[in-house]
Nanobody
């Protein structure tokens, strides 16, 4: 059974930093992208950052509100994704979840998408 378990969340003052981790456990076939999403209370889930790799090149994108402050990184040998969050704002408060998406296969053209349970990040102003 594939599991994603986020860690590293917590309470931090505005201007502080946190580092989130999310390793994939279990047998998973060729993860092509890993991403972080967040959901603030009463708001829709939004993309924080995504790291895609075809084995030769990497492609990284960030949500507009975190560009320049957050950095997503990935260990493709361990199927793990990390999120370094600096200069945190109160508006960054929310539940951060990681996602892993596998490559397409004959029996699953869309690939498989796996989600973690999420970790709470609270930034006090």
């Amino acid at each position: 059974q594939v599991q994603l378990v986020e860690s590293g969340g917590g309470l931090v003052q505005a201007g502080g930093s946190l580092r989130l981790s999310c390793p994939v456990s279990g047998s998973v076939f060729k993860v092509k992208s890993m991403a972080w999403y967040r959901e603030a209370h009463g708001q829709q889930r939004e993309l924080v950052g995504i790291h895609s790799s075809d084995g030769f090149t990497n492609h990284i994108e960030y949500g507009r509100s975190v560009k320049g402050r957050f950095t997503i990184s990935r260990d493709t040998t361990k199927d793990a994704v990390y999120l370094q969050m600096n200069s945190l704002h109160a508006e960054d408060t929310g539940v951060y979840s990681c996602n892993a998406w596998t490559v397409a296969t004959m029996d699953r053209p869309a690939g498989y998408s796996y989600w973690g349970q999420g970790t709470q990040v609270t930034v006090s102003s």
